[in-house]
């Protein structure tokens, strides 16, 4: 019997899942739901915030990620019906350079509107615990992007996804756990490149993806204006924000003919008037930010102050918010600081020094408590598809107070300015691991809305009884 074929065949598929490996985050774990982490109580510290803030522990949550100031934050609906900010979590690491992610293994990692189902929730993640972001979106997949498997997890490692420390991912898992139970059908992740404000829209603005940023920014405006989360559609390859119409939406197709509320679009078009005249000024007196930085990424301070601290990875470092692993590669400084240790970073996790001695380091931000998931408790469909921790924003404009929509539990799509009835027309080495990102996991996420593979880890009496009606 010739085995030549079988063999080579056998060795292609092994070549080609190892290249996605390297180009992706592979978070799927063997070992189902370790410990039980996916099940862990929120922490009597973040029960109390909650409290404080006037929420409910079950409330719907959404999020917003800011790769600039490497944050992403947790809001959350409190007793008037509207969202408030609850806590900012300092990012560990995130890969590429501000702007959306084009095809796989490009190390970027997403910029959009992106909604979450408990089907993205993974317990048996490689990297601790992972939400998938659900990239490619409906626009995304409409402008020809590609790539898979991009998450939020742990493990400070990166490769196009969002990584926290194990203790925060812990912390926000468990939170969408809770907001799952609450009644919440999908929540909703907002990836920006950084916080858009005048200043920033200023510095960058000769940045070639500003067409595409001004787009999302009437998304952030809906938010900032009604703290509400947005209606979110795609037609014409383009966002829509709030969008009012008796058509039918698809990302490729023509717009139907669509309206924004008039109290909705009235404070986003005054919103973004100001916005546009201190762009214009700051923009007469503020340099330009440079295209690319080219120096893949980024971390909080938080972290980075940490590691400096200690003179660089190798240890384990453990902060105010979370623990730091011996293999985190720090991103490298830019070439005009090439005398400090960050420029001498291995892009290569593993060729970090090895563990040295447990260090602590004190930090200004706050987190703690861990939480966790389920596996294949929920089986909703997966849809179309946010400087230190407690910092608090400004608050929304006065207008957003005599604004009458509800929330919608579920992430839907959105639509543009204008009030009136329009047709839309516009064009960790332990067993060496991969760097995280872009995860292309062994176990994907079913057709059903399930990650394949994650195990029944339920106590009896658990979540399925409680959510078998959203099963299919």
Same mark, same amino acid.
């Given at each position: 019997m010739n085995r030549g074929p079988l063999v080579r065949a056998l060795l292609a598929s092994a070549a080609i899942a190892a290249a996605l490996a390297l180009a992706s985050c592979d978070t799927d774990s063997s070992t189902p739901a370790v410990g039980g982490r996916h099940l862990q109580p929120l922490s009597d510290r973040m029960l109390a915030e909650i409290e404080s803030k006037n929420m409910a522990k079950e409330s719907p949550i959404l999020v917003r990620v800011?790769?600039?100031e490497s944050e992403l934050e947790i809001w959350k609906e409190d007793k008037t019906g509207r969202f408030a900010l609850l806590h900012t979590y300092p990012i560990c690491r995130w890969?590429?350079?501000l702007g959306p992610k084009i095809k796989q293994g490009d190390r970027q990692a997403p910029e959009g509107f992106y909604t979450i189902t408990p089907g993205l929730m993974n317990p048996n993640s490689n990297y601790y615990l992972a939400i998938n972001i659900g990239f490619p979106n409906a626009y995304d997949r409409a402008n020809g992007r590609t790539g898979a498997f991009v998450m939020i997890h742990g493990d400070c490692s990166s490769a196009g996804c969002y990584a926290?420390? %194990?203790e925060q991912v812990g912390e926000i898992y468990a939170l969408a756990r809770e907001s799952f139970f609450g009644g919440q059908k999908t929540f909703q992740i907002q990836a920006y490149p950084f916080k858009m404000t005048p200043l920033n829209m200023a510095r960058h603005r000769n940045s070639s993806n500003m067409a595409f940023w001004k787009m999302i920014k009437e998304g952030y405006d809906h938010f900032e204006v009604t703290r509400l989360q947005p209606k979110v559609d795609i037609c014409e390859k383009r966002y829509v924000f709030d969008a009012e119409s008796s058509g039918k939406f698809s990302a490729a197709d023509r717009?139907?003919?669509?309206?924004?509320?008039e109290e909705i679009a009235s404070a986003v078009r005054e919103k973004q008037r100001r916005d546009d005249v201190q762009t214009a000024e700051l923009s007469n007196r503020t340099p330009a930010a440079p295209a690319k930085t080219g120096v %893949?990424?980024?971390?909080n301070a938080t972290f980075l102050t940490a590691l400096k601290s200690h003179g660089g990875p190798g240890a384990v470092i453990h902060t105010a918010v979370g623990t730091i692993p011996p293999h985190v590669n720090p991103p490298r400084e830019p070439e005009s600081a090439a005398g400090s240790m960050?420029?001498?970073a291995s892009a290569d996790p593993r060729l970090a020094p090895g563990p040295g001695p447990t260090v602590q380091v004190a930090s200004a931000t706050s987190s703690g408590g861990v939480g966790g998931f389920f596996s294949h408790l929920f089986g909703s469909k997966t849809s179309d598809d946010q400087a230190g921790a407690s910092r608090t924003t400004q608050p929304a404009d006065a207008s957003a107070s005599k604004l009458k929509r509800t929330v919608t539990a579920k992430a839907a799509p959105s639509a543009p300015r204008p009030a009136e009835i329009k047709t839309a027309n516009a064009a960790k080495p332990a067993a060496p691991k991969q760097e995280a990102s872009a995860e292309p996991e062994r176990t994907a996420a079913s057709s059903n809305g399930q990650l394949s593979g994650a195990a029944p880890t339920v106590p009896s009496g658990g979540f399925e009884n409680r959510f078998g009606a959203w099963n299919n």
């Open positions: 800011f790769k600039e890969s590429g350079e926290m420390t %194990d717009c139907p003919a669509y309206k924004i509320p %893949d990424g980024g971390m960050f420029s001498l």
